[in-house]
C-alpha cells in the first residue's frame, strides 16, 4: 500500500507525493470516484501515510452502517473493474517491469492485490458469519508478492477469482457490517467487518495509481530508434 511500499508500510516521501484533494485527479481516478466514492474518499483520508491512518479509521467508521453491504459490493465491482482495465492496457513487456512495490515487477504486485482482495475480505467474512477460529486464527501477513513470470491471462484469472471470493464475502457481511472482527492487521489494527469489505478497494487504488504511472511514462517514452 502506498508509493512505493505495501499495505503496511509507507516511504518517507509518499505522502508529499500524493495528490492533494486541490489538485486534478488523474482520469481512471475520475472514473473511479464516479461509481465509487467511499473508496476514493477513504483512500484520499489515508494519504499514504501513518497519520493518515486515524483518518481513515475515521473515515470507515462514518461510511459503513448496517445494511451497507450491497452499496460497498457495487463499488468493490468498480474498482475490480478498473484493475481489468489497467491490465489489458499494459503492453507486454511492461508486465515484468518494476510494478512500484518493494522489487517487484507488475505481475508480482498485480497478483498480490488479488491475493489481499480474496484473503482480507475472506477473513472478515469468517468472523461475521460466526466462524472465527479461536485456535490459530488467519494472519495478516503483507508485502507478498505473487509469481514474477505470471502471464497476463493468469492474472486475470486471479482478478477474476478474487471478484468471486468479494462477492461471496458480502454475502456472509450482510447484517453485520458493525461487528468487531478478529482480524488484526500489523498498520491498521482492527476494524468492524463491514470496514474491511471497504478497504479492499482502498488498497487496490493504491495500486492502480502504481500502475497507471506505469503506462503513461511508458507512452512518454521516446520510441527507439533503428540502429
Do not use: Y
Not at 500524493?18 to 483520508?45: F, G, I, R, Y
Not at 486475470?156 to 482480524?183: F, N, P, V
Amino acid at each position: 500500500m502506498g508509493r512505493p511500499s505495501s499495505c503496511c508500510r509507507w516511504s518517507a516521501s509518499s505522502a508529499s507525493d500524493h495528490p492533494t484533494l486541490n489538485a486534478a485527479q488523474p482520469p481512471w481516478l475520475e472514473t473511479v470516484e464516479a461509481d465509487a466514492p467511499d473508496v476514493v474518499a477513504c483512500w484520499h483520508a489515508l494519504d499514504n501515510s501513518f497519520s493518515g491512518l486515524k483518518a481513515l479509521r475515521r473515515e470507515l467508521r462514518e461510511r459503513v452502517h448496517e445494511g451497507d453491504t450491497p452499496r460497498i459490493l457495487a463499488q468493490q465491482e468498480v474498482v475490480g473493474d478498473a484493475l481489468e482495465r489497467v491490465l489489458r492496457a499494459m503492453p507486454e513487456h511492461l508486465l515484468r517491469a518494476p510494478g512500484g512495490e518493494e522489487d517487484w515487477n507488475v505481475a508480482q504486485a498485480f497478483a498480490h492485490t488479488t491475493a489481499a482482495r480474496r484473503f482480507l475480505g475472506t477473513w472478515a467474512a469468517l468472523d461475521a458469519g460466526g466462524e472465527w477460529p479461536k485456535e490459530r486464527p488467519p494472519v495478516v501477513t503483507p508485502s507478498v508478492p505473487g509469481r514474477p513470470d505470471a502471464t497476463r491471462e493468469e492474472l486475470l484469472d486471479l482478478l477474476d477469482k478474487s471478484r468471486a471470493a468479494i462477492r461471496e464475502s458480502a454475502d456472509r457481511i450482510a447484517g453485520h457490517e458493525r461487528q468487531r472482527c478478529g482480524m488484526d492487521h500489523p498498520l491498521i489494527g482492527h476494524l468492524r467487518c463491514g470496514e474491511w469489505l471497504l478497504f479492499l478497494g482502498i488498497h487496490d487504488c493504491m495500486h492502480l495509481e502504481q500502475l497507471h504511472r506505469l503506462l503513461e511514462t511508458d507512452a512518454a517514452a521516446p520510441a527507439p530508434t533503428d540502429a
